[in-house]
């Protein structure tokens, strides 16, 4: 019996050294199990990569139709106030091709760039993802619109400029009701009229080009309203061309 009763011990703690053994097997096993693969982290980088290379390029494109876009426009609208004799340039100007001065169209490109990339922008920080017609129909009319505006300042004649800005006033913020309606819309076409006419109140005040009768330190009173519809219809040119473009990817 004695022997008996010390195998049985030994087999039970044998039996329990086997047990006490497994999870220590097992626990290998489960980290392996766990821990993810070489291969798919580097699919998630590549994927996460492309994603930053397509939302870059699309930047990029974006950018270039925007420049060109307020390129064309800048010499357009500028030869019209020319031809109405609303801006004076120097003579050696004004004999040149487009009869405008060699750094409007990329100074003028250069700002609808970056006003038509901050407007989807400013939409996607606040939450507020502008949605009021957007489709490129409404968006040739808000440019139209916004010519007639421009065309209008150097056309229309009135008893003194406080009537005509008043009008214009009025036909900028339609503008915007019509083809915007937002908060950030609003805020950012001020923003921009705002400094485009303190900018242009500088490049007066330096002699680099003139308005006739001007009657707001330096410049005309309605100059504001073109620079508030201008940042407007660019603004929704920049949203139209943000449709369907990825959200730019955040790295970890």
């Not at 039970?12 to 199990?33: D, I, N, Q, Y």
């Not at 420049?67 to 109405?84: D, K």
């Not at 922008?121 to 949605?131: N, Q, T, V």
């Not at 083809?179 to 006419?197: H, K």
Request: aromatic content about 10%; overall charge positive.
């Amino acid at each position: 019996m004695p022997r008996l009763e010390s195998g049985a011990w030994s087999c039970s703690c044998a039996a329990r050294a086997r047990h006490a053994a497994r999870p220590g097997e097992m626990a290998p096993k489960a980290g392996a199990m766990q821990s993810p693969s070489p291969s798919a982290g580097r699919a998630a980088r590549d994927a996460s990569g492309g994603a930053a290379t397509t939302w870059r390029q699309h930047l990029v494109q974006r950018s270039v139709v925007l420049f060109v876009v307020g390129a064309f426009m800048a010499l357009v609208l500028n030869l019209l106030q020319i031809q109405r004799n609303v801006t004076l340039f120097p003579d050696e100007v004004i004999a040149t091709l487009f009869s405008s001065a060699w750094w409007v169209p990329p100074c003028c490109g250069t700002a609808a760039a970056v006003v038509g990339l901050l407007y989807p922008c400013i939409d996607s920080h606040l939450g507020e993802p502008h949605k009021f017609k957007r489709e490129w129909a409404s968006v040739m009319r808000c440019i139209a619109v916004f010519v007639g505006i421009n065309h209008a300042s150097a056309k229309l004649d009135f008893a003194n400029n406080v009537q005509l800005s008043l009008t214009l006033a009025a036909l900028s913020l339609g503008l915007w009701w019509t083809f915007d309606r937002s908060r950030s819309g609003l805020g950012l076409g001020i923003t921009i009229a705002f400094v485009a006419t303190l900018i242009t109140q500088f490049l007066v005040y330096n002699g680099v080009y003139q308005y006739t009768s001007p009657d707001f330190l330096y410049i005309r009173s309605w100059l504001p309203c073109i620079f508030f519809s201008g940042g407007v219809t660019v603004g929704n040119i920049g949203r139209q061309l943000a449709m369907g473009i990825p959200e730019k990817p955040h790295s970890d």
